[in-house]
């Protein structure tokens, strides 16, 4: 059975390789940056094995075995690789699917990776030299963005309807170009490009390989201003987060990250020397996005939009992040400003004052909720109570739960034993209906 190789990077994305292995050795304690622990695979007395978040690896000084998080069930369990991976698929509650004949081959997708490059090579030779692209410069001058950047992110321009031409020269064709999601089928047999008359913003995967491309309109007002390239075989927009790989660097040595909403969002802080700008792909911040985050960060701070759309995905992303154990802290942005508005209106010093004034996720979700806890009936206290232990049980950490109860307790003038008494009563009322609704 072949399994492809995107779907085992998903299988091991959704595998914290610090997780799994803690659950075959209990003494695994954090070191600096990795964990360690005395080997599970020789009479280790000293410990000498160390698992690396964010290599994805675990190695042993002594005995020498090293590997992947494959590896580490592989050798644990005493079981095949395909086992292997098809547990980890399970933990993960990842489908693998037996019909495999249409799987793609890696000939094929080295082909997309090959056109995807060309294409943002295409796209950025535009944007530099084409006089069609004037009004592009203009616009990223305008915005802020300077000579560097536009080469650090390889940002592109693209003219209308000319890649298909271009790449017809160099061997691909209509085909190849909708498999790598830069055009598709039209109405009346003619063909879509995604990113035709858009500012075009490459998507990098953590290796430095294009795998999509973002766009944005300039001037036709009745498209839609932004556009993503759709999924691919190379491509899953819940598995990848823009600007990661250009920060990587610098945000493996300061393990701070800060997810915005946008492309421009992010190109103008990592400009101004902001470690960690990152931003989810054009929509709600996954489980997946989140997983990665925690391979080389430890804590996060969300910086949407402060309107009504931004603070629900920011309430959404708190409780995916809390799911990870990720410290995670809501800077309060002005109304209807942008992180690189601000930034470029303000200066990275009041920036820095911005993240630096955050509140920490539970206090944002007790503001959110409540803003007035003084004079409350009983009934009403313990309403909204239970309404943020939906938010408390997303984490996985007791320890954490119970310093979340204490600011509850403190924000309602109710005795914290009281409160984690009637949470736990909650939690386990919730896991029994849960169990019996799996029974029905």
């Not at 280790?44 to 494959?70: A, L, M, N, Q, R």
């Amino acid at each position: 059975m072949t399994i492809p190789s995107d779907v085992i990077e998903r299988i091991k994305i959704s595998n914290d390789i610090v997780s799994v292995v803690s659950g075959y050795v209990p003494d695994l304690k954090r070191a600096g940056r990795n964990w360690k622990a005395c080997c599970p695979f020789h009479n280790d007395k000293t410990p000498s094995f160390v698992v690396s978040p964010e290599k994805e690896i675990f190695s042993c000084f002594s005995c020498h075995v090293s590997g992947d998080v494959f590896k580490f069930v592989m050798l644990s369990e005493n079981i095949s690789w395909i086992e292997a991976v098809k547990k980890l698929a399970r933990n993960a509650n990842i489908e693998i699917q037996k019909d495999n004949h249409n799987a793609i081959k890696p000939s094929e997708k080295q082909k997309i990776y090959s056109l995807l490059e060309r294409a943002a090579a295409f796209y950025h030779k535009n944007l530099l030299c084409n006089p069609d692209a004037a009004h592009a410069r203009q616009y990223l001058s305008k915005r802020g963005v300077n000579d560097l950047s536009i080469e650090k992110f390889f940002l592109g321009y693209a003219p209308k309807g000319s890649l298909l031409s271009v790449a017809a020269k160099q061997g691909f064709s209509a085909e190849d170009l909708i498999k790598a999601g830069l055009i598709a089928p039209a109405t009346g047999g003619s063909l879509f490009e995604y990113m035709s008359e858009r500012i075009v913003f490459p998507i990098f995967d953590v290796r430095g390989q294009v795998i999509a491309f973002g766009g944005r309109v300039l001037t036709d007002e009745r498209k839609p201003k932004y556009l993503n390239t759709p999924e691919t075989a190379v491509y899953s927009k819940s598995y990848h987060l823009y600007g990661l790989f250009q920060t990587l660097p610098e945000l493996r040595k300061e393990r701070k990250a800060i997810l915005l909403e946008g492309y421009m969002d992010v190109v103008i802080p990592q400009q101004c020397g902001v470690v960690g700008a990152v931003a989810s792909l054009g929509t709600s911040l996954t489980n997946e996005q989140a997983k990665l985050i925690a391979r080389h960060a430890d804590s996060v701070k969300l910086l949407y939009d402060a309107d009504d759309a931004g603070r629900k995905a920011t309430r959404r992303a708190l409780e995916i992040l809390a799911e990870e154990a990720i410290e995670s802290n809501v800077p309060a942005l002005p109304a209807g400003v942008d992180a690189d508005e601000f930034l470029c209106s303000y200066g990275k010093e009041a920036f820095s004052t911005l993240l630096a004034e955050s509140k920490s996720s539970i206090n944002w979700i007790i503001e959110s909720i409540d803003e007035e806890s003084v004079n409350l009936s009983p009934e009403k206290k313990a309403k909204l109570i239970a309404e943020y232990f939906s938010f408390v049980m997303k984490s996985p950490n007791e320890i954490i739960q119970n310093e979340y109860i204490k600011k509850i307790s403190t924000r309602f003038i109710v005795n914290s034993d009281v409160v984690w008494r009637e949470f736990k009563r909650q939690k386990y009322l919730q896991h029994r209906k849960k169990y019996y609704e799996k029974k029905k």
